[in-house]
């Protein structure tokens, strides 16, 4: 009696804890990875399918605040300031089954600095990854770099063996075509193993069971199967038909029609992105405008007039049919450096617009080209088109020129545009990349993407010595101080920050993650 | 006729060359792969030594002849979105095309020429008024709304059929069929009448104007004078005579089907090589768009040149024609 007691109790227990069901999330979204090379590509969609099967050092989580994945806990050396202590996991093993150790560390970071990757921006600082011991890396910097564990969210672990003796040891040369063991392989520490993957078509994923936080995570899907759908409106079909559980870039239009549909839901939440027009203050005359041998640019009245002409919360509600936050500076509101007072700085007032404009003697105002993409940002032409209407209302009259964006970048990073739309997403959560690359005065490796001509000597020494300035709070002060001149000269229009949706079927439990990089291990399924 | 098709294939390469200069010099202005390529984080340099690797820095009639070079020799370069040869990706693409060609081409050619007749013979019957009328929405529907109206009522209402995809695929090693899964034929089911329905009652409409054209002839009154049976007289004579404008743009419209797959493919995410060209428009993927461009010029221009030749065996007045000389 006691034996067969003590049997069914050992049966009841073992069926709590493996799960008695198999579960599959069906998972679209509008693009496929371009690679499943760690290093080769550094790009979103890429990265998220990448997170299945590898694992960096450092994760975010659904908040977009740090976790510990292959490395338990990091601290910046007592004795040197230039190098970050990792410690790593334990008992960590590759889907091959070999074990994780230090030198895998070494080794991802060395393939991620050859000259192919597209991750050697990201890691530029670093010198020197060495191994202490088997557990413990220290990672040397060119300089102290007080937010070194922000870039390496995405630079994924991979097993040094594996690689050679699969002959992948190089990072695949994307541009030239090369395909590679990596390239459509995989072996990561991560919670899914790659089944099976056909280009642009499906990818099969099936649950690690021997995945180190297999007790930690929810891990309650089994296998993922992945498949990018371009069509918006065949994307929601597919959810609507049941076809797919879980989808990613919902269209704006869909929102109600999935929200309303049985057992289907919506979530969102603040997008790691924001909307702003950028202006060209530099130049002493503008092609754009009907005004010779002037930039109505260059005075900041104007731009200021500008900005208070534009009614955030009519594109919030017309445009944007809700989904997005007027902003009133160009972070996001997780980034450090982000208050929400200054994120309030931007109001609608016509009649002070019109008095503005009349001040630096443009009563009548002046006609200027707007670039804008078609095909980047939601709804980015008809949020340009709301803007031509509302600067008209102050007597500015704008061309709006829309096209595909493999047309409107360029113009902005060749400097043929001098009023523009741009989005911009902070993959480190930091002040620092938003100035490096639109605050910084233009030059070959930095302020690439800041097409405003603004030059500010001084201001340019205060961002580069961001880098390597490890008293956090005077950094921080620094960065509010930048970023009061950047309000102060009205160096851009905010317009909004972007709400990420997702569509779900109500058994899936995610909720949103700000990067739009959902990992599957958080994903729950009842 | 030897000499007939020596010119025909002349004239066609003139064409092919013809094309490919066009599009070369089109790409320019679709925008520039490097802003693609490269993540936001580049710097001037790596824009810089990107086009002078892919050769973008040359003008656009020196990146033609080098494509030509290449491609004569069945090279056709690398994809820039996915870094993968593109004569393999097209290979890999081309059987759910070819597939759903196929099976929307049968489809249209069947229906189409059944209709035709049977709206021809019953001029003045209810049934045939009716399927006239209903054949006007396929002319005039766009593709891309048919398509989206049969995810709605088959995927999304009845949630009979796929909405999106090939379903399971069959590996015959060279070639992916879809034919020999359940959920792949079931797949093939909405975008066939998609891409065929537009054909299928461009066939409908003019076989039944060519057959009342040619049920007015005298030798069909006379047949039937002769007591022919009804049968005979409609599909011996009256059919057979029909069919020489049909086949020429049957012909035509099967290298259309191809072509505008294209439309239907988006919008029932089908993996076929016309959704691989959207893709590369977007990405401003230039060897996939060279490739994919000439691959349907030189289609269209052999299926003409097929149909020509055709011809010859159709219609004897042709060949007495050309054996006539001029």
């Known amino acids: 009696m006691k034996k067969t007691f003590a049997l069914s109790l050992a049966a009841a227990l073992m069926a709590t804890t493996v799960p008695l069901s198999a579960e599959t999330l069906r998972w679209a979204r509008s693009g496929d990875a371009l690679t499943l090379d760690p290093h080769a590509q550094n790009e979103g969609p890429t990265h998220t399918v990448r997170h299945q099967m590898y694992e960096p050092l450092i994760i975010r989580d659904v908040t977009g605040a740090f976790e510990p994945a292959l490395a338990t806990d990091w601290a910046p050396s007592t004795d040197d300031p230039n190098v970050w202590v990792f410690n790593l996991r334990e008992g960590v093993t590759f889907h091959d089954g070999s074990a994780f150790t230090a030198e895998d560390v070494v080794f991802s970071f060395e393939r991620a600095k050859q000259p192919n990757s597209d991750m050697k921006e990201l890691i530029g600082s670093i010198t020197e990854v060495r191994a202490v011991d088997d557990y413990t890396i220290e990672i040397v910097t060119d300089g102290p770099n007080p937010i070194l564990p922000s870039n390496l969210t995405n630079l994924f672990i991979m097993d040094k063996d594996w690689t050679e003796a699969n002959d992948t040891v190089n990072v695949q040369d994307f541009e030239g075509g090369e395909i590679t063991f990596a390239t459509t392989n995989a072996n990561g520490t991560g919670p899914y193993v790659l089944q099976s993957r056909e280009p642009d078509v499906k990818t099969v994923m099936t649950r690690n069971d021997n995945y180190w936080g297999i007790d930690q995570f929810p891990m309650q899907v089994t296998e993922i199967v992945y498949t990018p759908i371009q069509n918006a409106a065949t994307r929601v079909a597919a959810l609507l038909s049941g076809e797919v559980d879980f989808l990613q870039d919902m269209p704006v239009q869909d929102l109600d029609r999935v929200n309303n549909a049985d057992g289907l839901v919506v979530k969102q939440a603040p997008q790691n992105r924001v909307i702003f027009f950028g202006m060209n203050q530099g130049a002493d005359d503008i092609e754009a405008d009907n005004i010779d041998g002037k930039n109505p640019l260059a005075d900041v009245k104007v731009r200021k007039a500008m900005s208070m002409a534009i009614n955030r919360d009519a594109i919030r509600q017309v445009v944007m049919r809700g989904q997005s936050q007027p902003a009133g500076m160009i972070a996001p509101p997780f980034v450090n450096g982000w208050t929400a007072d200054m994120d309030a700085e931007s109001s609608t007032d016509i009649e002070g617009a019109k008095a503005l404009l009349a001040e630096a003697g443009y009563a009548d105002g002046f006609s200027i080209r707007l670039d804008c993409p078609n095909d980047r940002y939601v709804n980015d032409e008809a949020i340009c088109q709301a803007a031509v209407g509302m600067l008209g209302q102050i007597g500015v009259t704008v061309n709006l020129d829309a096209k595909p964006k493999a047309q409107h970048f360029p113009l902005i990073t060749d400097g043929k545009t001098d009023f523009y739309m741009l989005g911009w997403g902070v993959p480190t959560y930091d002040s620092e990349y938003i100035f490096n690359f639109l605050v910084h005065g233009r030059e070959s490796d930095i302020g690439t993407w800041n097409g405003t001509g603004f030059d500010n000597d001084d201001l340019d020494a205060k961002i580069k010595s961001l880098a390597s300035n490890t008293d956090l709070d005077a950094r921080n002060a620094d960065i509010a101080a930048i970023w009061r001149v950047v309000q102060d000269e009205a160096l851009y229009i905010p317009i909004h920050h972007q709400v990420l949706n997702w569509g779900m079927a109500e058994k899936v439990g995610i909720e949103v993650d700000p990067e739009d990089q959902p990992k599957v291990k958080y994903f729950t399924m009842n | ?326």
């Open chain 2, 1 to 326: 006729m030897l000499a007939f098709i020596i010119r025909r294939i002349g004239q066609s390469i003139l064409v092919l060359l013809i094309v490919g200069l066009v599009a070369f010099s089109m790409f320019n202005f679709v925008g520039d792969p490097i802003d693609n390529m490269l993540g936001q984080e580049r710097t001037a340099e790596d824009i810089e030594r990107l086009r002078i690797q892919l050769g973008l820095d040359q003008p656009f009639p020196v990146q033609y002849f080098k494509f030509l070079q290449e491609a004569v020799q069945g090279n056709f370069g690398v994809s820039y979105r996915q870094g993968r040869p593109v004569a393999e990706i097209l290979l890999e693409r081309a059987p759910a095309t070819l597939e759903l060609a196929a099976v929307s081409g049968i489809l249209a050619i069947i229906f189409g020429i059944a209709l035709g007749v049977f709206t021809a013979i019953r001029r003045n019957g209810v049934l045939a008024n009716i399927v006239m009328s209903a054949s006007l929405i396929g002319v005039s529907l766009p593709t891309f709304l048919i398509g989206i109206l049969l995810i709605y009522v088959f995927s999304v209402e009845l949630g009979w059929l796929p909405s999106f995809g090939r379903g399971d695929v069959v590996d015959l090693g060279w070639w992916r069929t879809g034919f020999l899964t359940e959920s792949g034929l079931k797949a093939l089911i909405l975008p066939s009448i998609t891409l065929g329905l537009y054909q299928m009652t461009l066939i409908m409409r003019l076989v039944r104007s060519e057959m009342l054209e040619v049920l007015r002839q005298d030798y069909i009154r006379f047949a039937r004078a002769r007591g022919l049976k009804d049968r005979a007289v409609n599909f011996r004579h009256a059919l057979k005579n029909t069919m020489v404008p049909v086949i020429t743009v049957i012909g035509l419209q099967l290298g259309a089907i191809i072509a505008f797959a294209i439309i239907t493919e988006t919008v029932f995410q089908w993996p076929g090589v016309g959704l691989l060209f959207i893709n590369a428009i977007q990405f401003v993927d230039i060897p996939v768009m060279a490739a994919y461009l000439m691959l349907i010029s030189v289609m269209f221009v052999g299926i003409n040149l097929a149909v020509d030749i055709l011809y010859f065996f159709i219609d004897p007045r042709l060949r007495a024609d050309r054996a006539g000389g001029h």
